[in-house]
T-cell receptor, first 110, second 114 residues
């Protein structure tokens, strides 16, 4: 089955700096890769996603890159703000099933 | 906006009790999922369903069962609750088709088994 690894498990950055979270997946049949943000006590919310036939996607300060050959994808957050502090999960979808990484706790220090 | 509603935010149950967690979605999604969230382990799939009365085991189905009698409702059942089932339970739903069909989550049920 699919296995998704995610690094780092915790990340602290100064406000205004960039943050990068990396994920790898094992199943080459996975074709859709969403990223979720979970604030304390709240539900995971989709922040950006990418399909397997696309290499990069950007939405304001957030971007995701995908390297299908290497089976890894990354989340990039630029100009970080305190409200970006949360746990971020990557996921890989194969058929109807989603497999999640263990999460990255991002702290943006003012 | 998609709404996935879980019936309870917090539950406290005793060991051996039968526990029902209910989830309802209002977007006519075919797929529904139950995940368990534990620190450092991320979200692990317990069961999912892609149609009424259909169910598939996820990665950690032991000790759980599910019921999908109506398209909008998906129930998770703990037949005999144990302390190692103390966790956050998240329900989610999505469309069946379409590569860009993300999961939409409920607010979660924090279950404590004593």
């Amino acid at each position: 089955g699919e296995n998704v690894e995610q690094h780092p498990s915790t990340l602290s950055v100064q406000e205004g700096d960039s943050a990068v979270i990396k994920c790898t997946y094992s199943d080459s049949a996975s074709n859709y890769f969403p990223w979720y943000k979970q604030e304390l006590g709240k539900r995971p919310q989709l922040i950006i996603d990418i399909r397997s036939n696309v290499g990069e996607k950007k939405d304001q300060r957030i971007a995701v890159t995908l390297n299908k050959t290497a089976k890894h994808f990354s989340l990039h957050i630029t100009e970080t703000q305190p409200e970006d502090s949360a746990v971020y999960f990557c996921a890989a979808k194969r058929r109807q099933n989603f497999v999640f990484g263990p999460g990255t706790r991002l702290s943006v220090l003012p | 906006d998609v709404k996935v509603t879980q019936s309870s935010r917090y539950l406290v149950k005793r060991t051996g009790e039968k526990v029902f967690l209910e989830c309802v979605q209002d977007m006519d999604h075919e797929n529904m999922f139950w995940y368990r969230q534990d620190p450092g382990l991320g979200l692990r799939l317990i069961y999912f369903s892609y149609d009424v009365k259909m169910k598939e085991k996820g990665d950690i189905p032991e000790g759980y069962s599910v019921s999908r009698e109506k398209k909008e409702r998906f129930s998770l059942i703990l037949e005999s609750a144990s302390t190692n089932q103390t966790s956050m339970y998240l329900c989610a739903s999505s469309f069946l088709t379409g590569a860009n069909s993300p999961l939409h989550f409920g607010n979660g049920t924090r279950l404590t088994v004593t």
